[in-house]
């Protein structure tokens, strides 16, 4: 069977139009792997026409960087608006090739180039962890990549994107490639909030050279913080006298920390939090430190809803001088937790080879050896197999249900999710998506590249929602922060299907006739005894009743007709045409009217509660037999 799939595979012709579209994952969408250098791909998309299964599978883009997958039966067409599913991969660089089969027969064919299965981090701290661009013109500047060292490898990963102001509703869903060449003349942002490569290209391609995946990198450190407003923010306290650019109502700094935990590490995983910070805390005791970090650290994991989640934390104190209180503080945080690394001692690079201005990592010399350093303690220690990675969520399943009878609003879409709701109709405008952000007071603004997935989630906050055609996802915050999210469900085409059905009569005798005609159907046309033909001429036996249906892509509509079969009527009868056999009787509750003509061998019976009028034109032929007899019929 898999030799027949493969086959079927390459005639696949080129369709003129595509049927089936692919949302999750993005281009360059880069999933965590779990400690057996395996991850879940989890696959969603919407179909303009009908189809019976889906199948996909990954094709690694280079010669061994990654395992090629056989065919995997991902989805049946199962009355959701949308297709989701999963395929396991190992680590790798791929090119996802999505299938559609109706009746046996590739109905379309669909490529998702650079999905990754890899390793993917959150960078958290200050300056030297977020890199900067302001201060002295001989800093380390490299022309499109911004201040610090880019890469052209094309497996290492950002999202360009940066905002100061951490809202979630402005939070894109895309990726790129960590190089100045993929930006323009733009900086290199590493989103949701740094805005410079500083070391961690070098860090990035490293370990892509050594462990032979791609790298995923989500930017949270913020310049010139203290722990201390990091554990205030992430707890939701007031801070104590922040600096002019830490602003307590976009949550600094915590916030991009938690937008990661919360949001993305949801469609992505996580390995593990690194964290580089200390140089704005000389005159904090070891406690104090060890406290405010445990504290910033128990917050991702209860957010992320893991309670292992992996920190690696830097030994970092320097600004003119090395700070002892503040490196023995990370020593106890890191000999306390077994889930907290020991990252690297950066203090030892002094001088102007190294900083400028006696403070930041921000030569060309001090980006190549602190990336090596951080590429050094993840690749040379226990780290990768230690360390508990957070997996990718899957989808949350919608319910949906066509309403024919609201045309206006036919959609309802619901979910059994408990939570905070939120659901997107449509994407950001422009002046909706600009990213922020600031730099030691110098403002700079981001839009998200045209390929990201821009919601808008305000729309509605129930659990359910009846809606016009159109584009809806949703997203559930569960009680810990974290959220969920569903596929994103294009219905933008949806109609509501139209049916209506005549009958020749609602009434007729046991073993009669009826014509009955369908029409307005807008789709597939169907009857409930399973005929196709219209119209149709059934013998009806005994009551019964009829039911036309039209079907189109996602709704169905049905009109039923009902008719009785009884000899018994209860309005007047008026008989026209001829009688040649014996027929049912005629009995009305009320009277009867009759210009039949009755042939030899003809049989009929008349009765009426009122009268029976034989009208002129009523003929009896010899040999025929008819009575008439007044009484009432049930």
């Given at each position: 069977m898999k030799k027949l799939i493969v086959y079927l595979i390459l005639l696949i012709p080129s369709f003129a139009s595509s049927q089936i579209t692919i949302d999750f994952p993005r281009e360059r969408m880069t999933y965590q792997r779990d400690n057996n250098n395996e991850a879940k791909i989890y696959i969603s998309g919407n179909f303009s026409a009908e189809y019976d299964s889906i199948r996909a599978r990954v094709v690694s883009r280079v010669s061994g960087q990654g395992i090629d997958t056989d065919w995997k039966k991902i989805a049946v067409r199962d009355g959701k608006p949308y297709f989701s599913g999963e395929i396991t991969a190992t680590g790798g660089w791929y090119n996802l090739q999505v299938v559609a089969f109706k009746n046996g027969s590739s109905v379309d064919f669909v490529t998702v180039r650079r999905v990754g299965v890899g390793e993917v981090f959150?960078?958290?701290?200050?300056?030297?962890?977020?890199?900067t661009t302001s201060g002295t013109s001989n800093k380390m500047y490299v022309a499109g990549a911004g201040y610090g060292i880019d890469t052209d490898e094309d497996r290492c990963n950002v999202?360009?994107?940066?905002?100061?102001?951490?809202?979630?509703?402005?939070?894109?869903?895309?990726?790129?490639q960590m190089s100045g060449a993929s930006v323009g003349n733009d900086s290199i942002f590493i989103g949701p909030f740094q805005m410079a490569s500083w070391c961690w290209g070098v860090f990035a391609e490293s370990l892509v050279n050594t462990l032979n995946v791609p790298v995923m990198i989500y930017g949270a450190g913020f310049g010139g913080t203290s722990v201390l407003w990091w554990k205030e923010s992430a707890n939701g306290e007031n801070l104590t006298n922040p600096a002019f650019f830490v602003k307590q109502e976009y949550n600094h700094p915590y916030g991009a920390l938690g937008g990661v935990v919360k949001y993305y590490a949801s469609l992505t995983g996580l390995r593990a939090v690194l964290w580089h910070q200390g140089e704005g805390d000389p005159n904090m005791s070891a406690g104090d430190y060890k406290y405010n970090l445990e504290q910033v650290i128990a917050k991702t994991r209860q957010q992320i809803e893991s309670p292992t989640l992996a920190w690696m934390v830097a030994r970092a104190s320097y600004s003119g001088q090395t700070h002892s209180n503040i490196i023995s503080g990370q020593n106890q945080v890191i000999a306390a937790d077994a889930n907290v690394?020991?990252?690297?001692?950066?203090?030892?690079?002094?001088?102007?080879?190294?900083?400028?201005?006696?403070?930041?990592?921000?030569?060309?010399?001090?980006?190549?050896?602190?990336?090596?350093l951080w590429h050094s303690k993840i690749t040379t220690s226990n780290f990768l197999t230690a360390s508990n990675p957070v997996m990718a969520e899957p989808f949350i399943d919608l319910t949906f249900t066509c309403n024919n009878s609201n045309p206006s609003q036919p959609i309802m879409l619901s979910t059994n999710v408990s939570g905070e709701y939120g659901w997107s109709n449509?994407?950001?405008?422009?002046?909706?998506?600009?990213?922020?952000?600031?730099?030691?007071?110098?403002?700079?603004?981001?839009?998200?590249n045209s390929s990201y997935l821009r919601l808008n989630w305000t729309y509605d906050s129930t659990s359910?929602?009846?809606?016009?055609?159109?584009k809806y996802a949703l997203n559930v915050e569960k009680a810990s922060g974290k959220r969920l999210f569903s596929p994103y469900v294009d219905l933008s085409a949806l109609s509501v299907p139209l049916i209506s059905v005549t009958s020749s009569a609602t009434q007729v005798r046991p073993n009669e006739s009826v014509t009955l005609t369908a029409s307005s159907c807008n789709g597939i046309f169907s009857w409930s005894n399973n005929a196709t033909e219209n119209p149709i001429q059934p013998v009806i036996a005994t009551n019964t009743s009829f039911t036309a249906q039209c079907k189109n892509l996602h709704c169905i509509n049905t009109n039923t007709v009902n008719i009785v079969a009884s000899s018994c009527f209860a309005g007047a009868l008026s008989l026209t045409g001829g009688v040649n056999s014996t027929e049912p009787p005629y009995k009305s509750k009320d009277l009867v009217n009759s210009i039949q003509q009755?042939?030899?061998?003809?049989?009929?019976?008349?009765?009426?509660?009122?009268?029976?009028?034989?009208?002129?034109?009523?003929?009896?032929?010899?040999?025929?037999?008819f009575t008439s007899k007044i009484e009432d019929c049930n």
């Open positions: 959150a960078i958290a701290g200050q300056s030297n962890s977020s890199g999202m360009h994107y940066s905002n100061k102001t951490n809202e979630f509703n402005r939070f894109p869903i895309g990726y790129s690394f020991d990252g690297p001692e950066t203090d030892a690079l002094t001088g102007s080879t190294y900083r400028t201005d006696n403070l930041h990592l921000d030569t060309q010399q001090a980006f190549v050896e602190h990336g090596g449509r994407i950001n405008t422009p002046s909706e998506s600009i990213g922020y952000v600031s730099d030691y007071g110098q403002n700079y603004s981001i839009i998200p359910s929602i009846t809606v016009a055609p159109g009755i042939s030899t061998g003809g049989k009929i019976d008349y009765s009426a509660k009122k009268s029976i009028v034989l009208n002129p034109g009523f003929k009896a032929d010899q040999g025929s037999t």
